[in-house]
């Protein structure tokens, strides 16, 4: 195994020759100094998805970590923040009494959603930065997470395809997300949300640290393409989508308790395999970073 760094006693093994990295040799739970935090983020900008194996941390470490790197954003959806800290969100199919979800549950249906391809907020006008996920029971089988690569899906692409898509702009919503459910659809009372109005964001996105181009799609928000007819946009938008999540530019990550995982929102997407959420547990808790500005090319 190749160690990329090994300065401030971080080692830096690949999980994927373009995406994913393991990082050892740090602690999560106590206060990290400049030299180490400026060493991560060079890091985190050469490998978009960070795992940090083996980090015992309560919620309130994992917070003080995140703020390292921006302020934090508290999610959309009421039920899914945890009661004590309101900007942890609850990806658990376990509620905070230790239930788990009933499928028919509105909770339930809409964490399910996380299992399409998607990237973080990016329902908000500045979508989030980075996410920050602690694995804390993890099933025994199922429930990994994918996670791509947008850059090197972008870079892929042919001239001709670039020079369609390049300066073209997707609508997002958060109320896309509650669409591509049938079953949440259906229902009378969906859950209760911070209302957000819909946002317009480039389809192809320039990294502000990198400097980057990258394929900007979020699946599960996508509601269309301006002043594109919506047959022909979503045709465009699949087809991209397909590209961008070939076995190729994807990791796949199988969860260990306590296995860290930070992410770029930026240049990423991510999904989660289906598991038995009926009858075995997963309770993740995420941090999620506010963005620094809109998303330009
Ligand atoms: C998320 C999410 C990933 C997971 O936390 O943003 O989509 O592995 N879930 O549960
Ligand atoms: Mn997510």
């Not at 001239?159 to 259906?186: E, F, N, P």
């Not at 209760?192 to 928000?221: A, I, K, M, N, Y």
């Not at 594109?228 to 465009?236: E, G, I, Q, V």
């Amino acid at each position: 195994m190749a160690t990329l760094t090994d300065a401030v006693d971080l080692t830096v093994t690949k999980r994927h020759p373009q995406i994913g990295a393991e990082v050892r040799g740090i602690d999560l739970g106590r206060p990290l100094d400049r030299e180490t935090l400026d060493q991560l983020n060079a890091i985190w900008m050469e490998n978009p998805m960070l795992v940090f194996p083996g980090q015992k941390i309560t919620d309130e470490q994992q917070i003080v970590f995140a703020r390292n790197f921006g302020e934090l954003e508290v999610h959309p959806s009421v039920a899914h923040r945890s009661s004590r800290n309101p900007e942890v969100y609850r990806v658990s199919n376990v509620d905070e009494q230790g239930n788990i979800l009933p499928s028919e549950s509105k909770e339930w249906q809409y964490l399910e959603l996380t299992w399409l391809w998607h990237t973080d907020s990016s329902f908000r006008e500045i979508p989030s930065k980075g996410s920050i996920l602690h694995g804390i029971t993890v099933p025994a089988e199922g429930g990994d997470t994918l996670f791509a690569n947008m850059y090197e899906a972008y870079d892929a692409l042919s001239d001709g395809t670039k020079a369609q898509i390049d300066g073209l702009s997707v609508r997002h919503s958060h109320d896309a997300v509650i669409a591509r459910s049938a079953k949440l659809s259906a229902r009378q009372d969906k859950g209760t949300f911070t209302e957000l109005p819909p946002v317009e964001h480039p389809l192809v996105r320039r990294h502000p640290v990198t400097g980057r181009r990258s394929l900007f799609l979020s699946p599960h928000t996508m509601d269309g393409i301006v002043g594109m007819p919506d047959d022909k946009a979503f045709a465009l938008l699949d087809e991209l989508t397909r590209h961008a999540t070939h076995e190729r530019f994807v990791y796949r990550h199988h969860w260990h308790q306590d296995d860290v995982i930070m992410w770029d929102n930026r240049c990423t997407m991510h999904a989660v395999m289906p598991y038995d959420s009926a009858n075995q547990r997963r309770i993740m808790h995420r941090t999620t970073i506010v963005g620094d500005e809109r998303p330009t090319l």
